[in-house]
């Protein structure tokens, strides 16, 4: 069954750092998202990106951070110059349906 | 904009006993409604979902209901399984949109 990868599982990196977290959608999804999940927290929506453009961000999603779709594959999440509290679990998620399907995930650790 | 709360926040179950997740909303718009298992170290994986123009929704052991008119919904499991141990999110959404996602409900069962 296709499913959503993301690389790397874990990431450390110095704050202010960029850091560059990356997803393979399943192959015919349209729409692609990125979600965080603190700690204990809830899963929290940050962007989601259709046709090539961002069609919806959060408040989160402030110009530290950057999405793109570089080739016909990857989806990736740029976070420009990270601070601590952007520790968290990085969801890429792609959407067929309604039906949103969520990858495994990236731990990013910002010390 | 759309809030999910869920209740309980942990939950635990003998073997063969059912289960119980509760969770309301606030914007009326919203019309899908999914859940999502969250296993350790795993991505959110569905595991059933809802649309508003049905109030039930049967896959083997598993259940969803809806009521509009009060602007919540539940998740039923029933006779549940040492694997059904495991993070359980609900969400909410329009059209399939971003998911707004309730904080999460902790099942043990019990052997």
């Known amino acids: 069954e296709p499913e959503v990868t993301q690389t790397p599982s874990h990431q450390v990196t110095q704050m202010g750092q960029e850091v560059i977290l990356r997803c393979v959608p399943i192959?015919?999804?349209?729409?692609f998202y990125w979600y965080r999940q603190i700690l204990g927290q809830k899963v929290e929506f940050l962007v989601s990106?259709?046709?090539?453009?961002?069609?919806?961000k959060s408040e989160i999603f402030d110009d530290q951070f950057s999405v793109e779709r570089p080739d016909g594959s990857n989806f990736t999440l740029k976070i420009r110059s990270t601070k601590l509290e952007d520790s968290a679990m990085y969801f890429c998620?792609?959407?067929?349906?309604?039906?949103?399907?969520f990858g495994p995930g990236t731990r990013l650790l910002v010390l | 904009g759309e809030n999910v709360e869920q209740h309980p926040s942990t939950l635990s179950v003998q073997e063969g006993d059912s289960a119980v997740i509760k969770c309301t909303y606030s914007?009326?718009?919203?019309?899908?409604f999914p859940w999502y298992k969250q296993e350790l170290g795993k991505g959110p994986q569905l595991i059933i979902d809802?649309?508003?123009?049905?109030g039930e929704k049967k896959d083997q052991r598993i259940a969803v209901t809806l009521n509009k008119t009060a602007k919540h919904f539940s998740l039923h499991i029933t006779e549940t399984q040492p694997e059904d141990s495991a993070v359980y999110f609900c969400?909410?959404?329009?059209?399939?949109?971003?998911?707004?996602f309730g904080g999460g409900t902790r099942l043990m069962v019990k052997p």
């Open positions: 998620a792609s959407n067929y349906q309604e039906t949103q399907y």
């Open positions: 192959s015919n999804h349209l729409y």
């Open positions: 990106f259709y046709n090539n453009e961002i069609s919806e």
């Open positions: 914007d009326s718009a919203s019309n899908y």
């Open positions: 809802i649309r508003s123009n049905v």
């Open positions: 969400a909410a959404s329009m059209r399939g949109n971003m998911l707004t």
